[in-house]
């Protein structure tokens, strides 16, 4: 089974960046796309970022285009999500997700389906 296992989240003033982690502890499947999705209370789940798996194709929300960058790195299982010029709006849990198929973009799907694998979340919290 998939296993995604986040870190990287934290408190931060805005303007300021973080960096967040997410690596397959699981079966080493052959994953076809992997990304972050948020949620923050009172508002609707939100798909932030994807990336393919080995192609490197990459689709962003957006909310964060232009600030965030999706990366990742195949040798460790790991994705990465590098957050820049956050706002008090991007305050909510993050959440990695994956996928064994992947179709268009992906992460509008988020909204009205949870992925078919996630992680336990992190905290991203931005104070102005």
């Known amino acids: 089974a998939v296993q995604l296992v986040e870190s990287g989240g934290g408190s931060v003033q805005a303007g300021g960046s973080l960096r967040l982690s997410c690596t397959n502890r699981?079966?080493?499947?052959?994953?076809?796309?992997m990304g972050w999705f948020r949620q923050a209370p009172g508002k609707e789940r939100e798909g932030v970022a994807v990336?393919?798996?080995?192609?490197?194709?990459?689709y962003y929300s957006d909310s964060v285009k232009g600030r965030f960058t999706i990366s990742e790195d195949g040798a460790k299982d790991t994705v990465y999500l590098q957050m820049n010029s956050l706002k008090p709006e991007d305050t909510a849990t993050y959440y990695c997700?994956?996928?064994?198929?992947?179709?268009?973009?992906?992460?509008?799907?988020?909204?009205?389906?949870?992925?078919?694998?996630r992680g336990q979340g992190t905290q991203v919290t931005v104070s102005s």
């Open positions: 997700a994956a996928e064994y198929r992947c179709v268009g973009t992906v992460i509008d799907g988020w909204t009205p389906n949870l992925p078919s694998y």
């Open positions: 699981g079966d080493r499947y052959s994953l076809n796309c």
């Open positions: 990336i393919y798996i080995g192609a490197g194709h990459t």
